[in-house]
Structures are given as C-alpha cells and as structure tokens.
C-alpha cells in the first residue's frame, strides 16, 4: 500500500474498521504491521473473539502446547511456565469480548484440551482477573467432554463479573450432558460472579444425583443451594438445560424466571407436575426448543401447557433407541397438541432424528396445523407421498419459508409451490437433472402467485446436473420470476468430488439466473 493511500485509509476510522472486520485473518495480521494507527484501530477487532483457548494462551512466553492424537480427534496439552509472564497477554485482554475454548474450525475436532497447571492461571484470575470485558465463555467440544474436571477447571478460570452468556452443550452430540454435581458447583460459582448472566446453556439429567461420589467434597456441593434454587436466581433470558426442571420437586424454579424469552430443553421427561399451571406462567416465552430421545417426552412437556406466548418451536428426536413407533398416530396427537398450547405459533421445525428416517402415508396428521398462522415450516428427516403434496402445502397457505430437505421431486413438480403467495425461500431435494427431465418453461399465468419467492435450496450437490444450465435457469425463472439465488446445501463425499468444480456450476447457474432475470424484466 503507497504511503499516500495508507495516510488517507488512517484519517478514516470507519474505512479502516470496515477493512479489518472484512477481511480474512491473514491479511488481518498483516494489517497489524502497517503503522500504529492501523494496530490501535485493527487490535480490538481481531482480539474481540477468540477461538481456541491455546490461541490466547500462546501469548504467554515459554507455554507449551503438544497436541496428541484421540481417536477421530486430538488432545491439546497445555503447560504454563511457573511464573508466568502476562505482560504481551494484559496488551490484548481487555479487547476479547468472547472466547471459545474449544476451536470450531479446525479440520480435526478437538474435544479435549488440558491445562496441566491450571493453578497458575486461575490463582491470577482470583486475584487480578484475566479478561476483564469478557461478555461470552463457550465451551462447545464436538461430540461432548470425557472428564468434568475439564470443562469446571476452564469455566472457574474465565468466569468474571461482565460475562452474560455461558455455554455448555456439545455442538454434535446434543445430548450428552454434564454430571449432575459438577453442574451444580458450576452454576452456584456463576451466580456469586456472573451477576448479569442473560444466557446459560447447561445440561444435566436429573438421575446423575444418584451417582456415587470419590470424595465427601463433591458429594456436598450440589446440595446447598440446589441447583435449581441456584437457577431460579439468575436474571436469565435464555436458557437451555435438562428437561427434570419440569419435574414437580423442580419447577418451582421455571416459575421464577419471568424474564425467559428463549427455553431449550434438553434429555428425558418423568411425571408431570402435580400442579395446574398458568398457560402464561411465562410471559416473555416466544421461543421453545425440545430435543429429546422418545416422542412421548416430548408430548408430556408439551402437555404442561405453560407456552401460550411461543412463537417459535423446535423439536428433535435424537438418539431413538428405545424401539416406539412412530405412526400417523403419534404424528397428530403431537400436531394438535402444538395447536392448542401455541396458539400463536410462527415458526415450526420437526426434526425426526438421523438415526430414525420417517416415511410418512398420509399428510392428513398434519391438518391441525392449518389452524396456526405458520410463516415458517421445516420438516426434516421425513418424506411424503408426491401425490399428496398439494394437500400438505394447502395446511400453510401463509408461509413465507417452507424447508423438506428429505422430499426428492422431479423438477416438474416444483411449479406445486408457485401457488403459495408469500414463499420466498424453500428447501427440498431433486432427482438428477438430466436433458431427457428438464420441462419445458411453464407460461405467464400461470406463475401469478409467485412472485415473492427469492431463493431455492437444493439438498444435493451441482454436479449431479447433466443438462445445459441456461436452460434450467430459464425454466426456474419461469416458475419463480424473482429468484435471486440457488443454494446447494449437500455434497458428495470428498473422495466422489471435485469441490471447485461444484463451486464453479453453483456459480454459473446463478449467474445466468441473474442474467435472464435482468433480461427479461428489460422487455416487460
């Protein structure tokens, strides 16, 4: 960069936060070394999150960092000098507003990172704290954490009074849990130093307190506070945990949290509270998510009927060893369930599992939710009759977002959803599109109710296409005439093919759909 042009990109501070905030992180560093105004503006930016706890680490002079394989992932071992030396770790500190202990984007999961004297660090952090602005901690390992020990040791290091949000959920394996006394001791440290603690992601299951202890200490610590009186005196707006906090003995401590906006629940449920509850116990509610292993868990929580306010709900039925069926009959208990306990409900996902695909007969289970004023619909891990499509869209005449990554269709069958108004972005599979299966454009009139719709999402991969692209771009436009984009959301394996030349057809087939877009509203 000329001396010239780096002296006026200087004078603008918004120009040069812009630049820093856009680009990737190498040319971040180098952005670094320019001049002192481009670090004093640069620095809080490329500090301001942080992932990989070893990454802030290495700051340290003299750490150690040996990373070691663990089966599909690897263990990081981090060793401190005796006496540390935080003077270059104080420069960048007080930049980092969140920090993720466990990096998400390295090509290798790493679920487990150590800190073999982690005395040091936390001994440092009791009496002068470490990041003082600290506003989010996660600690999100991929599949899930081997020794509690871990993630305790790691959260009482970086817990602070400025933090508003914790995490601790796998990001994959979404019902591992943490044991039931390690959660508690960790929940009663973040109430004494996280006095403004809005979102908390903390799952236990409620059977881990019959666990036998190693010693009296950890035996102690989830009984006084509990756990749950330790939760209901959190000012929390989100909050995702372990389902036994519906339990009877537990749910005093729902009722108090009046300011909840965002409930996520997380394992198996038991009896249902001996209580009658008030649909609008919880006033600010508008979203609720439910991931359980059994469907019957997920009916009973809803059968509390304490969620009169959602607006948006999510289930998942994950890890469904236990053998039940589900049928049609299952299917419209739930529906109709979700009609009368979420009268107002907007958005809807119902996620059948990966490890339990769903072939549904008859789109009639869904009819109950024709009832509710749904703007957005995702179906997953379910298929439906293609005879019976039309009735399945006719229940969500109001959508704007309808998602069935599951349901294959010929390319013929998409002008189906060309009747619904207000779609603008769908989500469905296709069969290989060869020359012999691409229609012919369909004609003006027909495509009048369409023309909201912008983006269509493809559950396949490009290059599974064998036909010229123009064309295709062409008989798209025809259905939707104000599609913006195409997305492809899954690929063949590594080993079947060549990404960039994916990357390439998606481009192109954009591209022309822009081009022919421009055209022909050029002629109207």
Same mark, same amino acid.
């Given at each position: 960069?000329?001396?010239?042009?780096?002296?006026?990109?200087?004078?603008?501070?918004?120009?040069?936060?812009?630049i820093?905030?856009?680009a990737?992180p190498?040319?971040?560093?180098?952005?670094?070394?320019?001049?002192r105004?481009f670090?004093?503006?640069g620095?809080?930016i490329?500090?301001?999150? %942080?992932?990989?706890?070893? +990454? @802030?680490?290495? /700051?340290?002079?003299? =750490?150690?960092?040996?990373?070691? &394989?663990?089966?599909? *992932?690897?263990?990081?071992i981090?060793?401190?000098?005796?006496?540390?030396?935080?003077?270059?770790?104080?420069?960048?500190?007080?930049?980092?507003?969140?920090l993720?202990?466990?990096?998400?984007?390295?090509?290798?999961s790493?679920?487990?990172?150590?800190?073999t004297?982690?005395?040091?660090?936390?001994?440092?952090s009791?009496?002068?704290?470490?990041?003082?602005?600290?506003?989010?901690?996660s600690l999100?390992?991929?599949?899930?954490?081997?020794?509690?020990?871990?993630?305790f040791?790691?959260?009482?290091?970086?817990?602070?009074?400025?933090?508003?949000?914790?995490?601790?959920?796998?990001?994959?394996?979404?019902?591992?849990?943490?044991?039931?006394?390690?959660?508690s001791?960790?929940?009663?440290?973040? %109430?004494?130093?996280?006095? +403004? @603690?809005?979102? /908390?992601?903390?799952? =236990?299951?409620?059977?881990?307190? &019959?666990?036998?202890? *190693?010693?009296?200490?950890?035996?102690?610590?989830?009984?006084?506070p509990?756990?749950?009186?330790?939760?209901?005196?959190?000012?929390?707006r989100e909050?995702?945990?372990?389902?036994s906090?519906?339990?009877?003995?537990n749910?005093?401590?729902l009722?108090?949290?009046?300011?909840l906006e965002?409930?996520?629940?997380?394992?198996d449920?038991?009896?249902?509270?001996?209580?009658?509850?008030s649909?609008k116990?919880?006033?600010?509610?508008?979203?609720?998510?439910l991931?359980?292993?059994?469907w019957?868990?997920?009916i009973?929580i809803?059968?509390?009927?304490?969620?009169?306010?959602?607006?948006s709900?999510?289930?998942?039925?994950?890890?469904?060893y236990?053998?039940?069926?589900?049928?049609?009959?299952v299917?419209?208990?739930?529906?109709?369930?979700?009609?009368s306990?979420?009268?107002?409900?907007?958005?809807?996902?119902?996620?059948?599992?990966?490890?339990?695909?769903f072939?549904?007969?008859?789109v009639?289970?869904?009819?109950?939710?024709?009832?509710?004023?749904?703007r957005?619909?995702?179906?997953?891990n379910?298929?439906f009759?293609?005879?019976?499509?039309?009735r399945?869209?006719?229940?969500?005449?109001?959508?704007?977002?309808?998602k069935?990554?599951?349901?294959?269709?010929?390319?013929?069958?998409l002008h189906?959803?060309?009747?619904?108004p207000?779609?603008v972005?769908l989500?469905?599979?296709?069969?290989?599109?060869?020359?012999?299966?691409?229609?012919?454009?369909?004609?003006?009139?027909?495509?009048?109710?369409?023309?909201?719709?912008?983006?269509?999402?493809?559950?396949?991969?490009?290059?599974?296409?064998?036909?010229?692209?123009?064309p295709l771009?062409?008989?798209?436009?025809?259905?939707w005439?104000?599609l913006?984009?195409?997305?492809?959301?899954?690929?063949?394996?590594?080993?079947e093919?060549d990404?960039?030349?994916?990357?390439?057809?998606?481009?192109?087939?954009?591209?022309?759909?822009?081009?022919?877009?421009?055209?022909?509203?050029?002629?109207?």
């Open positions: 960069m000329a001396d010239s042009s780096r002296t006026r990109v200087a004078q603008i501070p918004e120009l040069l936060r812009f820093h905030r856009h990737t190498g040319t971040r560093t180098s952005l670094l070394q320019v001049s105004s670090f004093s503006t620095a809080p490329m500090w301001e999150s %942080v992932e990989g706890v070893h +990454n @802030l680490l290495r /700051l340290i002079p003299n =750490t150690a960092i040996v990373a070691s &394989a663990m089966g599909i *992932s690897y263990k990081l981090i060793t401190l000098p005796s006496a540390p030396d935080l003077s270059r770790f104080n420069m960048y500190a007080h930049y980092i507003r969140k993720e202990i466990y990096c998400p984007n390295d090509s290798a790493s679920d487990s990172i150590t800190l004297n982690w005395m040091v660090l936390s001994a440092h009791r009496a002068h704290g470490l990041l003082p602005n600290l506003s989010q901690l999100q390992p991929t599949y899930g954490w081997d020794d509690d020990n871990e993630p040791i790691w959260a009482r290091t970086f817990m602070s009074s400025s933090l508003t949000a914790i995490h601790f959920v796998a990001k994959v394996n979404r019902r591992h849990s943490m044991t039931f006394p390690t959660a001791t960790l929940l009663r440290h973040a %109430v004494s130093n996280c006095p +403004n @603690l809005h979102k /908390l992601s903390l799952v =236990t299951l409620e059977q881990h307190m &019959a666990q036998k202890h *190693s010693n009296l200490p950890t035996a102690l610590t989830f009984w006084d509990s756990y749950y009186e330790s939760l209901s005196s959190l000012p929390l909050l995702c945990c372990g389902a906090l519906l339990l009877p003995d749910i005093y401590a009722t108090k949290l009046q300011s965002r409930l996520e629940l997380h394992g449920y038991g009896l249902p509270t001996r209580d009658t509850l649909p116990m919880l006033p600010l509610l508008n979203t609720l998510i991931v359980a292993a059994r019957s868990d997920v009973g809803l059968k509390l009927n304490v969620y009169f306010g959602v607006k709900l999510e289930i998942c039925v994950a890890e469904n236990d053998g039940e069926v589900l049928d049609g009959a299917i419209t208990s739930l529906t109709t369930l979700i009609t306990c979420c009268p107002t409900l907007i958005n809807l996902e119902i996620d059948c599992g990966d490890d339990y695909y072939s549904l007969e008859d009639s289970v869904f009819q109950a939710l024709a009832g509710l004023p749904l957005s619909v995702c179906l997953m379910m298929s009759p293609r005879s019976m499509l039309v399945l869209l006719s229940f969500f005449p109001l959508a704007s977002t309808i069935m990554p599951d349901c294959l269709l010929n390319l013929a069958e189906y959803f060309s009747q619904l207000n779609l972005h989500a469905i599979d296709i069969f290989p599109v060869g020359v012999s299966t691409l229609p012919q454009t369909l004609q003006s009139d027909s495509i009048k109710a369409a023309l909201n719709f912008q983006v269509l999402e493809i559950a396949s991969s490009p290059t599974n296409l064998s036909v010229d692209l123009s771009a062409r008989y798209l436009l025809s259905i005439p104000n913006r984009r195409v997305i492809w959301t899954e690929g063949r394996g590594p080993e093919e990404r960039e030349i994916s990357k390439v057809i998606a481009n192109a087939l954009n591209a022309l759909i822009s081009t022919h877009r421009l055209i022909s509203n050029a002629n109207r």
